[in-house]
């Protein structure tokens, strides 16, 4: 989290209470799922999307938040959760360096802890004042997390080099949460609708050039650095943007096209494939599709921010460039 600590100065305190605010989820009468959800929720993570709404609640100018942490903390388990079911899905072994909690426990108990997640995460906020409205965003952040994966099964080991559908998909998957957490973090405080778009917007590019970043990594970096297994995206039939545009513009895109179309690669033709995307111009286009995706973000930070606050925004935007998992 170093490259985070300045970013997240403003909110430290807030975001302290929220791990408070999450470790008493964990803390269930069965002792199996109480050990589940404490070892997923202590795996800790980049915290992203309260920071969010915790940043851009800041608008408000006031001097505490501890009424809104409930809210930041539901953000973050609606995010474990879909994180639970998504390893499921992808029948993945590890997460930042760990067990899943499929590969530890089985499918139907990671599936029912997911589950049980989502239905804290909307406990911790329904006896909360907070705008009507703020409820109706959060239940649209899981419909479209759930028809961003439906989008994805739909395409696995599906050759395309349609840009535009694999920026719909990373919209629904991960853009559309980070642009809806900044933008209630505005609606909760009583901020005007402008402010609140801008914020969404911000939201909304900085969350387009996460995932791309997480895409270009799962080419260019390591298990150890991930957590993860390097090259999973291909092993799983996933077309990110870096093997789009290796299918467009590598000398090798017949082989590389024949490789991530077979559901039964072997690990040689693996490490072949994320080979032949390395060596491509795709990974130089890919980054600076981010950099676009960053500035753009930047350039939707209100002018109303106080200079610390727009400071943290903007360090946020350059963690995006930045990380290394």
């Known amino acids: 989290m170093n490259l985070l600590s300045k970013p997240y100065s403003l909110i430290r305190k807030e975001l302290d209470e929220v791990e408070v605010c999450l470790r008493k989820v964990s803390e269930t009468t069965f002792p199996l799922l109480s050990g589940i959800e404490s070892s997923l929720i202590s795996a800790g993570g980049k915290r992203l999307r309260p920071a969010l709404f915790l940043l851009a609640a800041r608008m408000a100018k006031k001097d505490d938040f501890a009424d809104i942490v409930p809210l930041a903390a539901s953000l973050e388990l609606i995010h474990v959760a879909s994180l639970i079911h998504d390893d499921v899905i992808d029948n993945s072994l590890l997460r930042r360096g760990k067990e899943t909690a499929n590969a530890k426990y089985g499918n139907h108990v990671a599936v029912l802890a ?53 920026y719909c998909q990373i919209e629904k998957k991960t853009a559309a949460f980070m642009a809806v957490c900044c933008e209630i973090g505005a609606l909760v405080e ?54 789009i545009y290796a299918l467009k513009y590598s000398l090798k895109k017949e082989r590389l096209a024949a490789i991530i179309s077979n559901p039964l690669m072997s690990e040689e033709e693996l490490q072949e494939a994320v080979m032949i995307v390395r060596e491509c111009e795709g990974i130089a286009r890919s980054k600076k599709k981010v950099q676009e995706y960053v500035n753009k973000a930047k350039a939707f930070i209100p002018e109303e921010c106080s200079e610390n606050l727009r400071e943290s925004f903007d360090f946020l935007a350059d963690y995006i460039l930045k990380r290394n998992y």
Not at 119 to 146: C, H, M, N, Q, T
Not at 193 to 204: E, F, P, Q, V
């Open 114 to 166: 997911g589950d049980y997640l989502f239905a804290s995460a909307f406990g911790l906020i329904s006896d909360k004042d907070y705008p009507r409205i703020v409820g109706g965003k959060i239940v649209e952040i899981v419909k479209l997390l759930a028809v961003g994966e439906i989008q994805q099964d739909s395409s696995l080991y599906k050759i395309t080099t349609d840009e535009e559908a694999y």
């Open 190 to 243: 009583g901020i005007g609708t402008d402010i609140a778009n801008k914020l969404y917007n911000y939201g909304h590019n900085l969350g387009m050039a996460f995932q791309i970043t997480d895409d270009l990594l799962d080419v260019t970096s390591n298990d150890e650095t991930l957590g993860k297994p390097a090259g999973r995206d291909i092993k799983q039939g996933v077309i990110t943007l870096p093997v």
